[in-house]
Structure formats: structure tokens, C-alpha cells
């Protein structure tokens, strides 16, 4: 499986950011993987946002009230959505497939992620 | 702690044993897994519960884990192991994921 994310570059604060990972190489509607966002800042490094998994998602409590993750079979990629953006939102985003073993657990794949800038 | 600790910065000389360590509360419950990340990429994972390597990851990295702390240990480390290193474990509760905060390793 690969991941690709898009979107915009460059949202305004208070608006809501909107992006998509495709997904190739496998199917989005798989059983096996848990879609992930992830997001990296400078400040904070590497926070786990959330992800979807058959009809269920799962958020960071402290995202939980901003941000949805849902899945576009038709298209076969899945999307977050971010909003009330503030300059702390500005970072790079990745798309990525939560996995298990038991009750362990791992990130893999990864996108090559997008920068995502918050500013007026 | 429901935080994962690492060294900030390790450096390791060419073809020398180096390990990395991740300290958390949650690491006596769940295995960690990790990641390397060299500069404008991606993380890329190169050890997964139960201390396993993705096909692809040269067999000297290994992990290994006791009571609240996860290691990853390079044998024999190259100048291309030059980049930062993330833990990252589910929380206690189960429900939410966490990383730690990054080593930076280098090759000298």
C-alpha cells in the first residue's frame, strides 16, 4: 500500500483545512488497516490526530472537538478535516495506516506529507 | 508519566553499537515501535511490536523492550543511520496513540 496526501498549502485562521490521502496499491474499504492522520510541528513533534476504521473513529482528545476523518470508497482514499485553524495548526501533515498485532500496535505505511501553513 | 521520553541527541562513531532508548509508563503494557526519519522526509518504520523488522530494514537495528523502556539499538551504524528516531506507543488507556519526542542521532 501507498499513501499520497494533497491539499491546500495555505489556510486562513478560523477556516477549516481540508485534505485527502489517496490510497493505491490496496483497497480504503480493507479490514486490515486503521486510516491515520498524523501531524508533525517543530514545538510538539509527532501527534497522533486520529483515525477511521470501519464506520468507527477515534480522535486525540485534545482534537476530538476540531477534527473528523471519514472514507471515500468511490474514490479510494480517506480525508480529514480540521477546523477553527489557528497558527498552531501549521504543520506537516501525514496520512498513514494504523496496524495491529494483539494489542500492539504500528504505524506503516506513511505519506510523504504536506506542509500546511496557517496564516493570514 | 503518560509521556514517552527520549535523548534529545546521541552520536555514535562510524561502525560502533549505538542505543537509543524510550522511557513511558504506557511501554509496561503496550510495545513500542520506531521510526526513522531523515531530513524533508518521512518517518519510516524500522522496528514494530514484537521487536520486529519490516522487510527492507537492515538487520542492525534490533529493538528491545524492559519494564517502562523500549531500546533500539544500531550495530554497527552507518552514515546513512544519521537521522532522528521516534518511539511511539498507545497510551495506558488503550485508546489514544503517542510519540515520543525524538532522538537525533549522529554518525562521526
Known amino acids: 500500500v501507498q499513501l499520497q496526501e494533497s491539499g491546500p498549502g495555505l489556510v486562513k485562521p478560523s477556516e477549516t483545512l481540508s485534505l485527502t490521502c489517496t490510497v493505491s496499491g490496496g483497497s480504503v474499504s480493507s479490514e486490515i488497516y486503521y486510516w491515520s492522520w498524523i501531524r508533525q510541528t517543530p514545538g510538539k513533534g509527532l501527534e497522533w490526530i486520529g483515525y477511521f476504521y470501519h464506520g468507527r473513529t477515534n480522535y486525540h482528545p485534545s482534537l476530538k472537538s476540531r477534527v473528523t476523518i471519514s472514507l471515500d470508497t468511490s474514490k479510494n482514499l480517506f480525508s480529514l478535516n480540521l477546523n477553527s485553524l489557528t497558527t498552531a495548526d501549521t504543520a506537516v501533515y501525514y496520512c498513514?495506516?494504523?496496524?495491529?498485532?494483539?494489542?500492539?500496535?504500528?504505524?506503516?505505511?506513511w505519506g510523504q506529507g504536506i506542509l500546511v501553513t496557517v496564516s493570514s | 508519566s503518560s509521556e514517552l521520553t527520549q535523548d534529545p541527541a546521541v552520536s555514535v562513531a562510524l561502525g560502533q553499537t549505538v542505543r537509543i532508548t524510550c522511557q513511558g509508563d504506557s511501554l509496561r503494557s503496550y510495545y513500542a515501535s520506531w521510526y526513522q526519519q531523515r531530513p524533508g522526509q518521512a518517518p519510516v518504520l524500522v522496528i514494530y511490536p514484537k521487536n520486529n523488522r519490516p522487510s527492507g530494514i537492515p538487520d542492525r537495528f534490533s529493538g528491545s523492550s524492559s519494564g517502562d523502556t523500549a531500546s533500539l539499538t544500531i550495530g554497527g551504524a552507518q552514515a546513512e543511520d544519521e537521522a532522528d528516531y521516534y518511539c511511539?506507543?498507545?497510551?495506558?488507556?488503550?485508546?489514544?496513540?503517542?510519540f515520543g519526542g525524538g532522538t537525533k542521532l549522529a554518525v562521526l
Open positions: 511511539a506507543s498507545r497510551y495506558n488507556n488503550g485508546n489514544h496513540w503517542l
Open positions: 498513514s495506516s494504523l496496524m495491529f498485532r494483539d494489542a500492539h500496535s504500528w504505524f506503516d505505511p
